[in-house]
């Protein structure tokens, strides 16, 4: 389709979905998995059943959290009414009245009642993006704006690296990126996965590692590196 190859594989190796839960997670408050996205298989059907928290048989860590799901079972069969070019939010029924209006309405629950779906099986990004620019440009109103620092996309190896190695960022044969709470980033002294392209090892980095400044060599005058 024209697309560059790299970027596209962004998408398929979990970092763009890392890098949108991070924006989302930043711009509303909500909380990140503690040890990166899960991807549960899951369909439009059982939205609201799966992401549910773990206190009640759902597989989030908690009430409030990002999440992506993924179209595709675990033994590679299609999951059946797949979202992979969808949207959704679950929500909560606060009170009695809030889930009995869930029931009225038709909606979708899961099987206590409480929980529900919302969602479109189609994601018009070239339409969304323009309400964005028109809205800054001439409402000069954001349609979202960071509230704080919950997530950040941390660079993760892929595979065994070796030192002198170049990383060649997201989408690429070397990193991924993985979303994390913003203090477990911190604490750990995480390279960000936008940062992670063009930098040599200075150490080797196990598969599955998150790689840290510490472990590269950057160009401390870019104006991304001081930022």
């Known amino acids: ?32 998995p503690p040890h990166g996205l899960d991807f549960p298989p899951c369909g439009m059907d059982d939205l609201a059943h799966i992401l549910r928290p773990r206190e009640v048989s759902g597989v989030l860590h908690q009430k409030g959290q990002v999440e992506v799901v993924s179209s595709i079972e675990r033994d590679g069969r299609p999951v059946v009414h797949d979202l992979r070019w969808g949207v959704y939010v679950v929500i909560e029924a606060p009170n009695d009245y809030a889930a009995a209006c869930f029931r009225q309405y038709g909606m979708n629950t899961d099987a206590s009642g409480r ?40 660079a993760t190896a892929k595979r065994a690296l070796k ?4 990383l060649d960022g997201e989408g690429g044969h070397t990193v991924y990126g993985k979303l994390l709470p913003a203090a477990t980033s911190l604490a750990q002294q995480a390279l960000p996965i936008g940062l992670a392209h063009d ?11 998150s790689i840290s400044w510490n ?3 950057v160009d ?4 991304a590196v001081r930022i």
Do not use: C, W
């Open 1 to 32: 389709a024209g697309m560059n190859s790299q970027m596209f594989n962004s998408f398929l190796d979990g970092t763009k979905s890392a890098l949108e839960m991070a924006a989302i997670a930043n711009a509303t408050g909500l909380a990140t």
């Open 215 to 217: 472990d590269v060599q």
């Open 115 to 154: 929980y529900s779906a919302m969602y479109k099986p189609f994601h018009l990004i070239g339409l969304a993006l323009n309400v964005s620019i028109l809205s800054a440009a001439i409402l000069r109103r954001p349609t979202g704006s960071t509230l704080g620092f919950n997530g950040d996309v941390v």
């Open 199 to 209: 930098v040599v090892l200075q150490r080797p980095i196990s598969a599955g590692q």
């Open 163 to 166: 030192a002198g190695e170049r």
């Open 220 to 223: 401390e005058t870019r104006d």
